[in-house]
């Protein structure tokens, strides 16, 4: 047999075991319980570009064996919400951007930046976001190239704290709130860096409980999620706009403000 022959085997029979590897890392990690994703990672053909692809109903072999081949060749793996739009290989995913309007008519734009999937804040704690089983470290993930730059840029930076519904509701309220100055304490912290004339104002977001949903993925609802607010009007009642530009929708999978019991802004001091 040929060189040529035995070398295109080889990389057919790689490609296939691979496949298999790849299929095993769709399962969720039984640290933080997700239900199957809706995509995974691709590269789109001709550019490179990473995107994120729905899973068919039924994936067959060539399906993963052709998302193998791109994990090997580019490294891009993982579940993602086709919903988003992924920056930094994947790590934050965010929302078109939304506008809306306080009681007053004052106007204020903002966009969402969620954090993969993978990412989730530990149940029932305010100090530690887990991915995958391990601790995360947040710092890092918030000097990500395009969200620092973004962040830098925005008026304000809003860090959404939320609780899932386990639990008692007054206790929740406190660890929902008790994570959203979590995250305004670390986004406080990497701001002096940013290298523009000024730095975004930040506020701390607390949302409160989940609703009741015995069947759901409550991972879902610990999403780490920060929100970049531009073009803001003078004296915008940010809660206000906030929630007149989400609306009811859904903008990543389980996460929804309207599913939430409270929504209080206040601006984080440090």
Not at 66 to 93: K, V
Not at 201 to 228: C, F, M, W
Request: charged share 20%; glycine share 10%.
């Amino acid at each position: 047999m040929k060189k040529s022959a035995k070398a295109a085997i080889g990389l057919f029979l790689s490609a296939c075991s691979v496949g298999m590897i790849a299929h095993a890392q769709l399962d969720p990690s039984p640290a933080i319980p997700i239900d199957r994703p809706e995509g995974v990672f691709h590269n789109k053909a001709g550019t490179g570009e990473l995107i994120c692809v729905p899973i068919p109903p039924n994936p067959g072999d060539d399906w993963f064996r052709s998302l193998a081949w791109d994990q090997r060749m580019f490294g891009t793996r993982g579940p993602c919400d086709p919903d988003l739009e992924y920056i930094d290989e994947g790590t934050w995913g965010r929302t078109v951007l939304l506008s809306g309007v306080d009681s007053a008519g004052r106007r204020a734009d903002f966009r969402f930046y969620v954090l993969n999937e993978t990412y989730a804040w530990a149940l029932g704690s305010a100090s530690r976001i887990e991915g995958r089983g391990r601790a995360a470290n947040f710092d890092a993930l918030l000097a990500t190239e395009v969200f620092f730059r973004r962040f830098c840029s925005a008026d304000a930076a809003l860090g959404l704290g939320a609780a899932s519904y386990e639990g008692e509701t007054a206790a929740n309220h406190r660890l929902s709130g008790a994570r959203a100055d979590v995250i305004s304490q670390q986004v406080s912290r990497v701001a002096p860096r940013c290298t523009t004339s000024s730095t975004p104002d930040v506020y701390s977001v607390n949302l409160g409980e989940h609703a009741e949903t015995p069947d759901a993925n409550t991972a879902d609802q610990r999403k780490v999620v920060i929100v970049l607010m531009r073009n803001a009007q003078e004296g915008v009642n940010i809660g206000e706009a906030l929630k007149d530009a989400v609306g009811d929708q859904e903008l990543v999978d389980g996460f929804a403000l309207k599913y939430y019991d409270l929504l209080q802004v206040s601006s984080y001091q440090g």
